[in-house]
């Protein structure tokens, strides 16, 4: 058994080491789900419980890695930022997800 955990952790490494946040991995998972229907930073707010410090940060990071986008729409006569994922993004979260389930032993 210690020889899979070392073997998994040692995947880590292919791993981007800026992913793992807690936040960040809640925004990717959900963002990925979502595809190019994107979420308004207000969805995402709601959704995700997270206050509007850490979410600006963590939505910063994410684009600054390539991993979303944003632009502005107009919903109900207000302006909006949407943030989708990008290519990038899906490919960095399948990675991630695979290799959190062989870690956690769950089924993909």
Not at 11 to 28: G, H, P, Q, T
Not at 41 to 62: C, M, P, Q, S, T
Not at 66 to 77: A, D, F, R, V, W
Request: hydrophobic share 45%; aromatic share 8%; charged share 25%.
């Amino acid at each position: 058994m210690q020889h899979d955990i070392l073997s998994i952790l040692n995947e880590s490494e292919a791993l981007n080491a800026k992913v793992f946040s807690l936040v960040r991995l809640k925004l990717l998972a959900s963002l990925a789900a979502l595809g190019l229907d994107g979420a308004t930073y207000r969805e995402l707010k709601a959704a995700l419980d997270i206050n509007d410090g850490v979410l600006f940060a963590n939505l910063n990071v994410l684009k600054d890695m390539g991993y979303l986008t944003s632009e502005k729409i107009t919903s109900e006569g207000k302006e909006l930022e949407l943030y989708t994922i990008t290519p990038e993004g899906q490919d960095e979260w399948k990675r991630t997800k695979a290799w959190l389930c062989r870690f956690l032993h769950c089924g993909e």
